[in-house]
């Protein structure tokens, strides 16, 4: 069992519709990132969380440390946040990242 | 600011062989960490160098090693080449390191290396 695990896998929307994926983890974590991945693979980095709520733009992300518990919203999707969203976290007394495994996301015009 | 660049994009090798991949940090970081992403196994973390020296390294065999330089450059290489070593071998580069790091990763393109 992955100790960082994403939900949805495969997330398919209309565009306007509000997104949110999930990301739990069932060690203790020091931080958590959000990535994107578009097709051809560069990854790009959306937020860095301890604590709390973060937004920019029409992105969103929330995270509760003692539920272990991390979510990415994204309101008002558009196609071009079509993508793979990964969540990547910190263990304690660690700095190996570990990844979830993802979320493939497609939003239809 | 230039960002995170990596070079070769795109490499074939055969089994056996041996590889070298480079990635230049952005300007000022010091801290580059290299993963692997493979479609079974999604993305595992490699190592990361700080300062020329490995700070962390992750759970591969030792075929897999990496250097950085004084310019903060780092490469990795990978000897004796299997099939599942074909992967997208990506690199980050970060101000400080690992956990201590609060801002962003900035990641390169990638390497896609195919090993036949």
């Known amino acids: 069992k992955n100790e960082v695990e994403q939900s949805p896998q495969n997330l398919t929307a209309q565009e306007g519709e509000f997104i949110t994926i999930n990301c739990s983890y069932s060690?203790?974590?020091?931080?958590l990132h959000w990535l994107q991945q578009h097709p051809g693979g560069g990854i790009v980095s959306l937020f860095m969380?301890?604590?709390g709520k973060k937004k920019h733009g029409r992105l969103i992300a929330t995270i509760n440390i003692q539920e272990k518990h991390s979510s990415l919203h994204i309101t008002a999707s558009h196609p071009r946040d079509s993508a793979v969203y990964i969540c990547?976290?910190?263990?304690?007394?660690?700095?190996?990242?570990?990844f979830g495994t993802g979320t493939r996301l497609q939003v239809f015009p | 600011k230039a960002g995170v660049t990596q070079t070769p994009r795109y490499l074939i090798k055969t089994r056996g062989q041996q590889v070298t991949l480079s990635c230049s940090p952005i300007?000022?970081?010091?801290?580059v960490s290299w993963y692997q992403q493979t479609p079974g196994q999604g993305l595992q973390f490699l190592f990361e160098?700080?300062?020329?020296?490995?700070?962390n390294k992750g759970n591969f065999p030792g075929r897999f090693s990496g250097r950085q330089f004084s310019n903060s450059r780092s490469e990795m290489n990978v000897s004796t080449l299997e099939l599942g070593d074909s992967a997208l071998y990506l690199c980050?580069?970060?101000?400080?390191?690992?956990?201590?790091?609060?801002?962003?990763?900035?990641f390169g393109e990638g390497s896609r290396l195919t090993v036949l």
């Open positions: 980050a580069s970060s101000l400080v390191s690992g956990r201590a790091n609060t801002g962003e990763l900035f």
């Open positions: 060690v203790g974590i020091s931080a």
């Open positions: 969380l301890s604590s």
């Open positions: 990547a976290a910190f263990p304690y007394n660690t700095d190996k990242l570990i």
């Open positions: 300007s000022g970081h010091r801290s």
């Open positions: 160098y700080f300062s020329e020296t490995q700070r």
